[in-house]
């Protein structure tokens, strides 16, 4: 019988996560209960809120226990249904963790349909961070034709959805992006107005002239000096996003801000939200999403790090920006170095 390979939470991170939080293991295939389904995860969502999840104390969600598998979104193929709603062959998208087979209630995975877009996608444009852009942009933000929003870590799985909502919604988009290759991206195929490099070092003057006539919406995915610096820019009676604050996420000290006084000058409404706490949205937002994927007014782009081992290494590189686009895990198939992963059939 085959071995299902998975990695566990090993260890609590201080400050940066390392490959020594993780630990990869070999242990029997499951087999399902009435009501579940046996998957073979084919590819596995990297996502910076697992970040979080490693972390001991009180978030919006519970922390991760040690020595469970690491919690993580999936797409994968139905080998064995206890379950009218599945026959083997489906797939599925649903959050089976990182490793390569897993049995899960038929409640907790979804059909999805690879003649609308490829697999993959239901992990990124069509899945969980196409819907936080929906959510975040239209459902929160509510962008006007001829507002100018900025999106900071605008080349990634939600930043890159957001800049291209806005587009469609008729505004003016303004992306923050680490490095002259993604913004050039941000900005050449995805569409975008402008988009600024916060390494070049001259981020408040380059943002300035990026948005000659101020910040309308701010979709917030960073955070820090990055946030900070767009307060400085912001129109009366704008509004915030906070949807993530990646540049924290392993920090030991917060950054401190400075420009908090713009909120009270400038009447800046501002809201925090989890794509989670409105399932009832998600249908909505997979349906418009779809729409304009199929319509090709939505692109993307993926990062795949090769086998479930590359997963400790691809996750903390996409915590320093090392990914180009969303970052996935090919469970099977070739390896970077040419070699194909144990237990690949
Ligand atoms: N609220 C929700 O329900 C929800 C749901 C999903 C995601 N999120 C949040 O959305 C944000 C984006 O997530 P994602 O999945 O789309 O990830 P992503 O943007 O594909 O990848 C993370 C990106 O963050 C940027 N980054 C990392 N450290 C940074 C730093 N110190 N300064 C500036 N940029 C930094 C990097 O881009 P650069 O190379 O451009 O720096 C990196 O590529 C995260 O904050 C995440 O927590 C929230």
């Given at each position: 019988m085959a071995d299902n390979r998975q990695i566990l939470f090993a260890s609590r991170p201080r400050g940066w996560v390392t490959e020594e939080n993780f630990r990869l293991v070999a242990t029997p295939l499951p087999a399902p209960a009435e009501g579940q389904v046996l998957v073979r995860n084919h590819w596995l969502s990297l996502d910076p809120y697992m970040r979080g999840r490693m972390d001991e104390g009180k978030s919006y969600a519970t922390g991760a226990e040690l020595g469970e598998v690491m919690v993580g979104g999936t797409v994968g193929e139905v080998l064995?249904?206890?379950?009218?709603?599945f026959k083997p062959g489906d797939r599925v998208v649903g959050a089976?963790?990182?490793?390569?087979y897993a049995v899960g209630d038929a409640g907790a995975v979804a059909k999805i349909d690879t003649?609308?877009?490829?697999?993959?996608c239901y992990l990124g444009v069509l899945g969980m961070p196409g819907v936080t852009a929906w959510m975040g942009l239209l459902d929160i933000a509510q962008p006007k034709e001829g507002e100018t929003l900025v999106v900071s870590a605008a080349s990634g799985a939600v930043g890159s959805v957001v800049g291209q909502l806005a587009k469609i919604r008729g505004c003016r988009a303004v992306g923050i992006a680490g490095g002259a290759m993604k913004c050039a991206y941000v900005t050449g195929e995805l569409g975008f107005d402008a988009c600024v490099d916060?390494?070049?070092?001259?981020l408040y003057a380059d943002l300035k002239a990026a948005v000659p006539n101020g910040i309308d919406v701010c979709f917030e995915n960073v955070g820090g000096e990055i946030f900070d610096t767009e307060l400085r820019l912001m129109n009366a009676f704008s509004r915030v996003t906070v949807c993530g604050l990646v540049s924290q996420y392993n920090a030991t000290e917060a950054y401190a801000m400075k420009n908090m006084r713009s909120i009270l000058v400038n009447r800046i409404r501002m809201q925090g939200f989890i794509v989670?706490?409105?399932?009832?949205?998600w249908p909505r937002a997979i349906g418009e999403l779809s729409n304009w994927f199929t319509t090709g007014r939505l692109r993307y782009r993926e990062c795949v790090a090769q086998g479930l081992q590359s997963a400790p290494a691809a996750f903390i590189g996409m915590l320093k920006?090392?990914?180009?686009?969303k970052q996935l895990v090919k469970l099977w198939g070739q390896t970077t170095n040419g070699a194909v992963p144990e237990h690949a059939s």
């Open positions: 064995e249904s206890r379950s009218p709603r089976l963790g990182w490793q390569e003649s609308v877009a490829p697999a993959s916060y390494k070049a070092g001259n989670s706490d409105r399932l009832e949205l920006g090392q990914n180009f686009g």
